[in-house]
């Protein structure tokens, strides 16, 4: 196997373990190039279909095209699809800043949908490469009853062996993507053909490299307008992949902060 049938496999193999030891069982859907990975990676798992709901936490605030892609999926692809509205600004932690809470407000969302709809475990594209503190994370992670992520004390998991049994009342997030890098992810919607949200591509030399709420996310300057172009400037680039989320630019601690309580 090539590089990339290798990760395929490998996050085939995590869905359907996650599908038979964790259940009720959801998947976050951001409409974003890594969780059209994850639908896409979970049809093929599962023979053409999803067999568990995907949720978008909506602030009301996301992108248009982004709504535009979600409307046209859900009916393609058959999804099961729940639209979690999110708490609003002012329900948010008021120590943190800004951005923060703009972000926290999909905490709090993701924690009312497991409440209501009593999900024992919920999938997320969220990669290693991304962001700093995502590189302590595991390929299935236990949270606290209300979500919080303890990050110094997480299980071992050596030769793809995964803890999958956790004690009553234990939330399970399950990152099938860990392993990928944003290379990966690109030469992997190269190939199998899989749709994205437009933005991504360079119109008028400016291009999303990832997608966020529109008050908390900005694109960067960029040519690439096809997914070859976009690829040759990932081997080259030094921008973080993240430049366009405002709240990452604030300090760590705060990113930190947001993880431990509960974001994804």
Not at 176 to 196: F, G, K, M, S
Request: negative net charge; aromatic residues 10%.
């Amino acid at each position: 196997m090539n590089h990339l049938d290798q990760l395929e496999a490998q996050s085939i193999y995590i869905l359907r373990e996650a599908y038979n030891r964790i259940k009720p069982l959801s998947m976050l859907w951001s409409l974003g190039k890594d969780s059209n990975v994850m639908i896409w990676l979970a049809r093929k798992a599962f023979y053409g279909r999803v067999p568990f709901p995907v949720i978008l936490l909506d602030t009301g605030n996301e992108l248009d095209e982004v709504y535009a892609f979600r409307d046209r999926y859900v009916k393609e692809w058959g999804l099961n699809y729940i639209n979690a509205e999110c708490p609003p600004y002012e329900e948010t932690d008021p120590e943190l800043t800004h951005n923060a809470r703009a972000a926290a407000r999909k905490t709090l969302g993701l924690r009312r949908v497991i409440e209501d709809h009593d999900f024992r475990g919920i999938i997320l594209g969220i990669r290693r490469d991304e962001q700093a503190v995502r590189s302590k994370e595991r390929v299935f992670s236990p949270r606290g009853e209300s979500g919080e992520w303890d990050y110094k004390d997480q299980p071992p998991e050596f030769w793809e062996q995964y803890k999958t049994e956790f004690p009553p009342g234990t939330h399970v997030r399950i990152h099938p993507l860990l392993a990928w890098t944003e290379v990966d992810i690109w030469r992997y919607i190269q190939r199998e053909n899989i749709p994205v949200v437009p933005l991504y591509f360079a119109r008028n030399g400016m291009r999303y490299r990832s997608l966020g709420e529109k008050d908390i996310t900005r694109p960067i300057e960029s040519n690439a307008s096809t997914i070859e172009e976009i690829i040759e400037e990932l081997q080259t680039t030094r921008t973080p992949e993240r430049a366009g989320r405002t709240m990452d630019h604030d300090s760590e601690d705060a990113f930190e902060r947001l993880r431990a309580a509960g974001y994804m």
